[in-house]
């Protein structure tokens, strides 16, 4: 798995966007990007995940740069819920095996 | 759907005491995996199963065992805990084969070795 870079943590107000960089730039062509979040210690909860084109889901939005080398996590619309640890993972492996980092710690205040 | 379950939510041990961990998911998923965390740390592998009757070793396989005889089921054995052994430990499970890359997490067992 490629090594994930991430800020060790973040402030985000309410209500705006929180945008998560993640550097990867040893990723290789065949490893996604997946992020997971976990809350307040409970298990980690999947985010959403990508090779190349950006995706988005009901949470959040990925944009992964055109090189590969790096990519943001954006919540839209941050709320007091979404305080968490965000982790970022590039890997081949199918929520297999997943080599978490030590993420970013988001802090959304009111 | 429970989805992943793991029992106990909490234990105490004494140094030199055995026992298992257990996890299940009712989602049919082939993988499973175990990992502990330490605290201020991220989760770190320790075993895995990506099929009943195989399994395999993470970062931190030493001082656990694992088992997979069924698809359901993917129970930690620690022989002789060990002080270092406390953690979180979270079980997780994923199935390619029904086209979800994503992993479901247990809400994980809180393991004091004294």
């Known amino acids: 798995d490629a090594k994930t870079t991430q800020p060790t943590s973040m402030d985000c107000a309410e209500g705006r966007a929180a945008n998560l960089p993640c550097n990867h730039s040893t990723i290789s062509g065949n490893e996604y990007v997946y992020w997971y979040r976990q809350i307040h210690s409970q298990g980690p909860q999947y985010i959403i995940h990508?090779?190349?084109n950006n995706e988005t889901n009901e949470m959040a939005s990925l944009i992964i740069t055109e090189d590969r080398k790096s990519s943001t996590l954006i919540l839209p619309h941050a709320t007091l819920r979404d305080t968490a640890v965000y982790y970022c993972i590039a890997t081949m492996e199918y929520g297999n095996k997943l080599v978490f980092g030590a993420g970013t710690i988001l802090r959304v205040k009111s | 759907n429970a989805g992943v379950t793991q029992t106990p939510k909490f234990q105490v041990l004494k140094t030199g005491q055995s026992m298992t961990l257990q996890c299940a998911q009712d989602?049919?998923?082939?993988?499973m995996s175990w990992y502990r965390q330490d605290p201020g740390m991220g989760l770190r592998l320790i075993h895995y199963s990506v099929g009943a009757g195989i399994t395999d070793q993470g970062e931190v396989p030493n001082g656990y065992n694992v088992s997979r005889s069924t698809t359901e089921d993917f129970p930690l054995r620690l022989l002789s805990a060990a002080p270092s052994q406390t953690s979180v430990y979270f079980c997780?499970?994923?199935?390619?084969?029904?086209?979800?890359?994503?992993?479901?997490f247990g809400q994980g067992t809180r393991l004091t070795v004294v």
């Open positions: 997780a499970s994923s199935s390619p084969g029904q086209g979800n890359t994503e992993a479901f």
């Open positions: 990508g090779l190349k």
């Open positions: 989602m049919n998923h082939e993988y």
